[in-house]
């Protein structure tokens, strides 16, 4: 149990992981998959944290600078993980022509072309102003978002294939345990609709409903999923998620 969930830890987020549990193999990989809802909690407790004592500074009358710094500090505990993937799959989506291959070929590529910088910084802007709305509302939204968004990432993964041979995404894709991942998303479901009500179930079908969307795409372009596409997923799904809060409010 430790080790899967360390190696989550250390390749979801750039928070530390004692040494002595830095050496994984593969199959500690493939069941690090079933704890990255687990560390979209951890994110969001320390997400929490950093926002209330932003609160007890003169801060707490200035929603959107607020806001705008918990949004930096989600992007650091990341390292810009998810926001990478959604640049290299807007650069694909753009530059593919339709085309799997090429599609495939220029996600790969390191560079960063328009596309990414349009998509990343939109979504950013996007996920500031309506997390300076929702903070307004309801600040244990927090806990949610970043937890909802990887159990779509997981539910990703376990209905769609992987679209290349070889990549980061890989390991998550292969000898999955379907009934441990219904089981786990039945809780994390159940959870969100005792915890946040009427509210909470409307922004799980919401989320199923943009990830099934996100899904369609990306079969249709690349006939699966990649690392980038999933993350892609996670950085839409936590900017629509809280829109789709403000929506439900």
Known sequence: MTKPLCFAILFLTRL???KAWQHFDTQTQRQSIYWHPVVGLLIGAILLGFHHAIQSTGLA?????AAALVGLAWVLITGGLHLDGLGDSADGWLGGYGDKERTLTI???????????????SVLLLKVCALAAVLQINSAWLLAIP????????LLFCTTAY????????????GLDI???????L???????????????????????LTAGLRHQMIQRI???????????????????LVFILMLS
């Open 163 to 174: 679209a290349r041979p070889e990549g980061l995404g890989t390991p998550f894709s292969q």
């Open 179 to 185: 009934g441990i991942i219904i089981s786990l998303i």
């Open 16 to 18: 530390p992981v004692p």
């Open 61 to 65: 009358t200035y929603p959107l600078p």
């Open 187 to 209: 809780v994390i479901a159940a959870s969100i609709a005792w915890f946040y009500g009427f509210q909470g179930v409307g922004l799980c079908i919401c989320l199923l409903i």
């Open 223 to 241: 006939d699966g999923v990649t690392g980038d596409t999933a993350g892609a997923t996670i950085e839409l799904t936590e900017a629509f998620g």
């Open 107 to 121: 996600m790969k590529d390191s560079y960063s072309g328009a596309a990414a910088v349009i998509a990343i910084s």
């Open 147 to 154: 937890l909802l968004a990887r159990t779509c990432s997981l």
